[in-house]
Nanobody, 125 residues
């Protein structure tokens, strides 16, 4: 399973770090990343890290958000800087061999190999 922590309420311009810890497995052979969903909006892919180390970011977060993992490849982080009110959403981490494919955006949560429980990020203006 994936267990998320972090998030909360922050003022615009502030920073938060989300964590996503794997229990019982490592990320070695999986793509891992983050999705978010704001109220009334569809799920959006935020970032994705392939097993080969290549990373992609959604355009609106480029230069502000950074993914990283620990050396054991059991925890995924999302460092979020210069936060904006439009970043307000529930953030989910996920791990799946095909996570970085565009089609994975449309999976139901139970279709991902692993899906985090979600954490609220609220950015006030």
């Amino acid at each position: 399973q994936l267990v998320q922590s972090g998030g909360g309420l922050v003022q615009a311009g502030g920073s938060l770090r989300l964590s996503c810890a794997a229990s019982g497995f490592t990320f070695d052979d999986l793509s891992i990343g983050w999705f978010r969903q704001a109220p009334g909006k569809e799920r959006e892919g935020v970032s994705c890290l392939k097993s080969d180390g290549s990373a992609t970011y959604e355009d609106s977060v480029k230069g502000r958000f950074t993914m990283s993992t620990d050396n054991a490849k059991k925890t995924l982080y999302l460092q979020m800087n210069s936060l904006k009110p439009e970043d307000t959403a529930v953030y989910h981490c996920a791990a799946d061999p095909d996570l970085c494919r565009p089609s994975s955006l449309y999976y139901n949560p139970d279709e991902y190999e692993y899906w985090g429980q979600g954490t609220q990020v609220t950015v006030s203006s």
